[in-house]
């Protein structure tokens, strides 16, 4: 059994208010959650209007699929037009 850690640092250039922030990530959440069945969570920066880290964790058997739907969230984030990705890092235990 091995487990993904993925950490996803964006900025979200438009948010005035946590209100706005939260109804961007709300959004970006439930899609990663319903299309690629995974748990998601803003782990940092929660008081931050603008900023925010997301972490994505999934369990599977092997590396190589880890690897192919964390690529795919990734993507499915980068082609969002309210954020833009700071940084990312996966880990595999």
């Known amino acids: 059994m091995l487990v993904g850690l993925y950490q996803i640092d964006l900025h979200i250039p438009n948010s005035g208010s946590l209100k706005s922030k939260r109804f961007v990530l709300k959004s970006i959440k439930t899609r ?3 299309k690629f069945n995974v748990s998601v969570a803003e782990v940092d920066g929660n008081e931050k209007w603008q900023r ?3 972490g994505i964790a999934m369990v599977a058997n092997e590396r190589r699929f880890i690897e192919q739907v964390m690529a795919e ?3 499915l984030i980068e082609i969002e037009d309210e954020v833009e990705i700071l940084q990312h890092q996966l880990e595999i235990i």
């Open 73 to 75: 969230i990734f993507r």
């Open 52 to 54: 925010t880290t997301l």
């Open 32 to 34: 990663i959650h319903n």
